[in-house]
């Protein structure tokens, strides 16, 4: 595609329900990162793929938390039991290789709020 | 662990004015890249300019232009010729050599006065 989408653009859920928020990255990109922005803050990274494989999860807070890419294209990240902390927009980002120097594209986000 | 820090919670600016943020960071690294992201209300980051910490020249963009200096871990933002369109949030951002730790500053808002 022309660019990376996110859906859905916004989500309410009541706490304690799951919820599934897709990214699809550039075509050809090879890797993808998760992002989650609170109100006022800048983004704190989550998860990044490459290719299939998640090659680095250390920002993902617990373990209600995860995220799969299959086939190595569409992502999609996971919340189980939501909390009202875990509203956020979180936003997606792909680019074509994982080295310091690549630039990063960036959806426009889903904005999760949990009652 | 790294750190990004952008003191200036708000700035404003008149119409084709020159305005300055501000951006520290702490690292152990010598290689290492910085970024200045905007971030419209539309919520989509986007790229304004970028640095490598290797390189001693300050890249600029067209009206973009930073401040880079490495000893002082300084790393300001300066947009000429300010135009309404600039109006956004400006997030400074630290990423690695290899890729990893990609850090965000907590950002500062522009206005631009008419």
């Known amino acids: 595609g022309a660019g990376v989408s996110q859906t859905p653009s916004n989500k309410v859920t009541e706490k304690g329900k799951y919820v599934e928020l897709r990214c699809d990255p550039i075509?050809?990109?090879?890797?993808l990162y998760w992002y989650r922005q609170s109100l006022g803050q800048g983004p704190e990274f989550l998860i990044y793929?490459?290719?299939?494989?998640?090659?680095?999860d250390s920002g993902l807070p617990n373990d209600r938390f995860f995220a799969v890419r299959p086939e190595g294209s569409v992502s999609t990240l996971k919340i189980q039991r939501t909390e009202r902390g875990d509203s956020a927009v979180y936003l997606c980002?792909?680019?074509?290789?994982?080295?310091?120097?690549?630039?990063?594209?960036f959806g426009p986000g889903t904005r999760l709020t949990v009652l | 662990a790294q750190t990004v820090t952008q003191s200036q919670p708000e700035m404003s600016v008149q119409e084709a004015e020159t305005v300055t943020l501000s951006c520290t960071y702490d690292?152990?690294?010598?290689?290492?890249?910085l970024f200045w992201y905007k971030q419209p209300p539309s919520r989509q980051m986007i790229l304004v300019i970028r640095?490598?910490?290797?390189?001693?020249q300050n890249a600029t963009e067209n009206r973009f232009s930073v401040n880079f200096q490495k000893a002082a871990k300084s790393f300001s933002l300066k947009i000429s010729d300010s135009q309404l369109g600039d109006a956004a949030m400006y997030f400074c951002?630290?990423?690695?050599?290899?890729?990893?730790?990609?850090?965000f500053g907590p950002g500062t808002r522009l206005s631009v006065l008419p």
């Open positions: 980002a792909s680019s074509s290789n994982s080295g310091g120097a690549d630039t990063q594209y």
């Open positions: 075509s050809g990109h090879t890797a």
């Open positions: 793929f490459q290719g299939t494989g998640a090659a680095d």
């Open positions: 690292t152990s690294e010598s290689d290492y890249y």
């Open positions: 640095q490598e910490a290797y390189k001693q």
């Open positions: 951002a630290y990423r690695d050599n290899y890729g990893q730790n990609f850090v």
